[in-house]
């Protein structure tokens, strides 16, 4: 009896050009983002941006499906040339197994390239610059976090910001009442 589905000489039933072309197709798919820490855009200036993977236990992924994540007070820290995600709420939920104590602020494991790491502990060091996390978001199927490498913000400069989200919202609510 013959087969009517077609077969590569490997006897996989896709060709490898097939596969690989899905597999690009869903990593050109934008990020979900999970949650935001606005506080860090307030508070920090922006250098630089890094995109880590999140080392993360079963019910902490479902709980963050179900979107049970505060990120507003985390911070990096490194620790022995690791990088480590503290103060980040991952609200347990009641459906979670009855064998695992789950722990709401567990310290988190940040996932990224040695020589990155690297990068990030000599500026740290020297520099004075901090780790801040920014965001939490999907990324084919796996949950990220990234961090930026950021400079603390002065008094008068938080008060430019707020003038300038001002001005931007007054500039919004004149050219909506001269569209009408």
Same mark, same amino acid.
């Given at each position: 009896?013959?087969?009517?589905?077609?077969?590569?000489?490997?006897?996989?039933?896709?060709?490898?050009?097939?596969?690989?072309?899905?597999?690009?197709?869903? @990593?050109?798919?934008?990020?979900?983002?999970? =949650?935001?820490? !606005? &506080?860090? *855009?307030? %508070?920090?200036?922006?250098?630089? #941006?890094?995109?880590?993977?999140?080392?993360?236990?079963?019910?902490?992924?479902?709980?963050?499906?179900?979107?049970?994540?505060?990120?507003?007070?985390?911070?990096?820290?490194?620790?022995?040339?690791?990088?480590?995600?503290?103060?980040?709420?991952?609200?347990?939920?009641?459906?979670? @197994?009855?064998?695992?104590?789950?722990?709401? =602020?567990?310290? !988190? &494991?940040? *996932?990224? %390239?040695?020589?990155?790491?690297? #990068?990030?502990?000599?500026?740290?060091?020297?520099?004075?610059?901090?780790?801040?996390?920014?965001?939490?978001?999907?990324?084919?199927?796996?949950?990220?976090?990234?961090?930026?490498?950021?400079?603390?913000?002065?008094?008068?400069?938080?008060?430019?910001?707020?003038?300038?989200?001002?001005?931007?919202?007054?500039?919004?609510?004149?050219?909506?009442?001269?569209?009408?």
């Amino acid at each position: 009896m013959t087969s009517s589905i077609p077969t590569t000489p490997a006897g996989n039933h896709a060709s490898r050009f097939d596969r690989k072309a899905a597999a690009k197709a869903a @990593s050109n798919t934008p990020p979900v983002r999970i =949650a935001d820490n !606005k &506080k860090a *855009l307030f %508070n920090y200036h922006i250098e630089d #941006r890094y995109e880590a993977g999140m080392v993360l236990q079963g019910w902490e992924v479902k709980a963050i499906r179900l979107g049970k994540v505060q990120l507003t007070d985390g911070y990096v820290v490194i620790r022995e040339g690791e990088l480590f995600l503290i103060g980040c709420q991952i609200n347990p939920i009641r459906t979670t @197994s009855t064998h695992v104590t789950a722990e709401a =602020a567990r310290t !988190k &494991k940040l *996932l990224l %390239n040695r020589d990155e790491i690297r #990068r990030l502990i000599g500026k740290v060091e020297q520099k004075g610059f901090t780790l801040v996390p920014l965001n939490l978001h999907w990324k084919n199927g796996r949950v990220k976090c990234e961090i930026a490498l950021a400079k603390g913000k002065a008094e008068h400069d938080k008060r430019d910001t707020v003038k300038e989200r001002e001005g931007k919202r007054e500039v919004e609510r004149t050219l909506k009442i001269h569209r009408r």
